[in-house]
């Protein structure tokens, strides 16, 4: 049963969420709005990191382990700013909830294309995303309600969106947003 309260929010979150992959999207506007959910009052701000990169890997594809370290079965990397976000996500709602009503913003009103994706055990060990990938211990949970995303917004040079969620428990829901402005060299 949806409450008044719930609907409220996920209308909120998909106003956010059309704002942000509406039409060509730069970096800035994206950051901007993915600040904004540090503002939401389900969504409490647990970390934040901005900084350059250089060769960034971007896993497209379940991490596994082949003879003996950790590795994507696909990836790519990237040169750009990377802009990263976690939120605990509280009051009754998922992190399956948020990253659901992301994800049909993006399919109705973007010109984003999943580039990958996967869902619970299919994509490799919680634990590696949570430590080895995304350096949030918090993201470790159950590996069947954990889900990855990887979408390519905006023109050339484009903007990626990384989104994976993780759940503990019921009361410890987590999801992490990365965007990384590719720089167009």
């Known amino acids: 049963m949806v409450t008044a309260m719930q609907r409220g929010f996920r209308g909120v979150l998909t106003l956010v969420c059309l704002a942000l992959v509406c039409g060509s999207v730069r970096a800035e506007t994206a950051a901007q709005l993915l ?33 003996g370290a950790w590795t994507f079965k696909s990836s790519k990397r990237f040169d750009g700013l990377l802009t990263s976000y976690t939120w605990q996500i509280v009051d009754g709602f998922t992190s399956l909830e948020v990253l659901d009503e992301l994800e049909a913003s993006i399919r109705e009103r973007s010109r984003g294309e ?21 350096h949030q211990r ?30 503990r ?10 965007l990384l402005a590719v720089d167009g060299d």
């Open 35 to 67: 600040q904004q959910l540090n503002g939401f009052p389900h969504a409490q701000p647990v970390a934040f990191s901005e900084a350059q990169v250089r060769d960034y890997e971007v896993g497209l594809g379940a991490i596994r382990k082949v003879g």
């Open 114 to 134: 999943l580039l990958f994706g996967c869902d619970g055990r299919a994509c490799g060990p919680g634990v590696q995303w949570a430590n080895r990938v995304f």
């Open 169 to 178: 428990t019921a009361d410890r829901q987590y999801l992490h947003a990365e």
């Open 138 to 167: 918090v993201l470790y949970g159950q590996e069947e309600l954990q889900r990855y995303r990887v979408y390519a917004v905006g023109d050339d040079p484009f903007d990626l969106l990384l989104v994976y969620s993780g759940a």
